[in-house]
C-alpha cells in the first residue's frame, strides 16, 4: 500500500455537509489506537473485539489485513483489506446482509463501539459511537448497516 491519501465522500442529500473518510498512511498505524480512543478505558481491547465481532457475524471471515481511517468529524474506523462482499448474519437479531468490505468493518466497528461503550460508561466512548454513526446514516449501504446493528 502506498501513503496516498484516500477519501470517500458521501453526501446527505439533505445536509450540504459532506462525511469524510481518509485512509490512514501506514507510517501513522502505530499511533491510531492512542491518538483515537487512548482516553477510553481499556482502548487496547477494540481491535481484537473488532476482529472477534466480524468473526461472529462472517462465516467466511478467517482474519484479514485491516485498513485504519479516520472521519473529518473526529470519528475513526477499520476497514477489511480484501477487497470482495461479506455476508454476514447476526444471531441476535435474525437480520443478514451481503455487503462491501466497508460497510463489513464499520458494522464490527458499531457493534464493537456499542458494546464497549455500555461496558466502560464512558463518555469517549458513546462519541466514537456517533460519530461512527453519522458517517454511516449516510453510506451507501447504510440500510443493511443498520438492519445487521438493530
Known amino acids: 500500500m502506498n501513503n496516498a491519501v484516500n477519501q470517500h465522500l458521501f ?9 469524510t473518510a481518509t485512509l490512514l498512511p ?8 492512542p491518538q483515537h480512543f487512548g482516553t477510553v478505558p481499556q482502548w487496547m481491547l477494540l481491535e481484537p473485539k473488532i476482529f472477534t465481532w466480524l468473526d461472529r ?14 472521519l473529518h468529524n ?8 480484501t477487497e470482495q462482499d ?6 441476535l437479531n435474525g437480520n443478514g446482509a451481503t455487503v462491501s468490505r466497508e460497510a463489513a468493518g464499520i458494522i464490527a466497528c458499531l457493534m464493537t463501539y456499542s458494546h464497549h461503550a ?13 460519530r461512527l454513526r453519522e458517517y454511516a446514516l449516510h453510506h451507501p449501504e447504510s440500510r443493511a448497516i443498520f438492519t445487521l446493528i438493530d
Do not use: S
Request: charged letters at 20%; one cysteine or more.
Open 118 to 130: 455500555c461496558l466502560t460508561e464512558h463518555d469517549d466512548m458513546t462519541t466514537h459511537f456517533y
Open 11 to 19: 453526501t446527505d442529500t439533505e445536509n450540504t455537509d459532506a462525511i
Open 74 to 81: 473526529g470519528g475513526a474506523f477499520m476497514v477489511l483489506g
Open 86 to 91: 461479506y455476508a454476514l448474519f447476526n444471531e
Open 57 to 70: 457475524l462472517c462465516a467466511d471471515y478467517h482474519g484479514d489485513f485491516w485498513d485504519f481511517y479516520t
Open 26 to 33: 501506514d507510517h501513522l498505524r502505530p499511533n491510531f489506537w
